[in-house]
């Protein structure tokens, strides 16, 4: 059975919205650098990326591109 009346959905922008109005907690630095280590032991390229950019913005208290 077909409803007649359409589940309401979020678009993309009012999801992005209700995002951007959360806070978000930056981890502390030592679990960064732990993360850091652990994938450059790896050698997992794309994971020190990653851990090395959240390590600067903790670093420098901002969150955001």
Known sequence: MTSKWPIPRPTESAAIGAA???PRVLPPIQVVLADLLTANQLGDRHGVNLCAH???????GKVGE
Request: proline content about 0%; cysteine-free; charged content about 50%.
């Open 20 to 22: 951007d109005r959360r």
């Open 54 to 60: 959240r390590a600067a913005r903790v670093a420098l």
